[in-house]
């Protein structure tokens, strides 16, 4: 299934086997889900459909799961028959699963704790089919989250209400941005860029298994598109912020060639003759990644400090009124003492430097 279209296919085929076989067995309860069929059918044809369903085609062949003691789980559904024949559901877990939840003193955002409990809370709701099944859960929840260091107040402050609120109508984003999560800093971020229309998405930082489990990169260095990067001066703490959605190698050269022909529209050209340093072409740093220009540049101001040679990178008309600057010193923690400053510029930068990148 890792083909874009696997999915789509998969569907077609399903579609296809039920077409022939729901019109020979009729049975009382067809449920599907991708290739998971919850079905009821009477006993006595159960090897009999089973046996058609795996002839339709020679290539493909389901397994069965019987009910046992009534029981019978489907996704994430344990389906129970009672005495009286009624079918009753609750919330299904493997015999595997652990209680192991999103830590509450994790590096995470708090949003992302808040929707845990929100969405757990709602699914009990959904698939306890009964007022007592559902307290078991919510029960049962209330210590999952207790052991995994939620404080007993905020789960309480977050479970949704047993009648959904209407949504209050918001103001469509039009741009969405993935930042690193730095605690109390990217709240502060999130609440700055929301009046410019901007969602940010926050991604984890680095974790153990991050740091411990390194995948071979199966594109070098010099092949990467889409990225901004970071060229150091070896004479001086100067550095050159850049952005491309070419290969690295292309855009490294192009520096190149303008410190060669002394390029006055280079930045690179013009700190290398004002001043006779050279850069480090050999230890170019990959910053960011960006899948379009306008992230890209984006990404490009988020990345500027005090030390680089950019003069003046270009914005949108948005971000033009609001300019946020936050710098964090590399250290083991992330917390409030690592933050620099929080600069807020009412009026952009009037100097420009005509660059051309793509």
Not at 306 to 323: D, M
């Amino acid at each position: 299934m890792g083909s874009p279209i696997s999915g789509l296919i998969a569907e077609a085929v399903m579609q296809r086997l039920e077409n022939i076989i729901l019109p020979k067995i009729k049975p009382k309860i067809w449920i599907r889900y991708v290739d998971d069929t919850f079905v009821i059918i009477k006993r006595n044809e159960l090897d009999k459909t089973h046996n058609l369903i795996n002839n339709v085609f020679n290539d493909i062949k389901f397994t069965r799961e019987e009910e046992s003691e009534n029981k019978i789980p489907f996704l994430d559904v344990l389906v129970r028959r009672t005495t009286t024949g009624e079918l009753e559901t609750q919330v299904y877990r493997k015999s595997t699963h652990t209680d192991q939840i999103l830590n509450y003193n994790s590096n995470n955002p708090i949003t992302h704790k808040r929707n845990c409990i929100q969405t757990l809370f709602k699914r009990a709701r959904t698939h306890c089919s009964t007022p007592t099944l559902r307290k078991i859960e919510e029960k049962y929840l209330m210590d999952v989250f207790q052991k995994n260091g939620y404080p007993r107040n905020f789960i309480k402050r977050h479970i949704p209400p047993s009648q959904p609120t209407k949504a209050k109508a918001t103001k469509e984003s039009t741009k969405k941005i993935a930042l690193p999560y730095i605690k109390d800093i990217s709240e502060i971020t999130t609440r700055l860029f929301k009046p410019l229309g901007i969602d940010v998405v926050h991604k984890p930082t680095k974790s153990l298994h991050s740091i411990l489990c390194l995948p071979k990169d199966s594109t070098a260095k010099e092949d990467k598109t889409n990225i901004i990067y970071k060229i150091n001066c070896n004479n001086c703490e100067k550095h050159y912020i850049g952005q491309s959605g070419r290969p690295l190698r292309l855009r490294i050269h192009e520096h190149k060639q303008a410190v060669k022909r002394h390029d006055i529209h280079s930045l690179i050209s013009l700190h290398t003759d004002n001043y006779g340093h050279q850069f480090d072409w050999d230890n170019v740093q990959i910053l960011d990644k960006g899948n379009n220009k306008n992230v890209r540049e984006f990404l490009e101001a988020w990345h500027f400090s005090g030390s680089s040679i950019n003069r003046h990178i270009e914005k949108r008309k948005k971000l033009h009124t609001q300019r946020v600057k936050v710098q964090v010193k590399e250290t083991t923690g992330s917390n409030t003492s690592n933050l620099e400053g929080v600069k807020t510029h009412k009026q952009p930068i009037t100097s420009k430097v005509t660059r051309r990148d793509d």
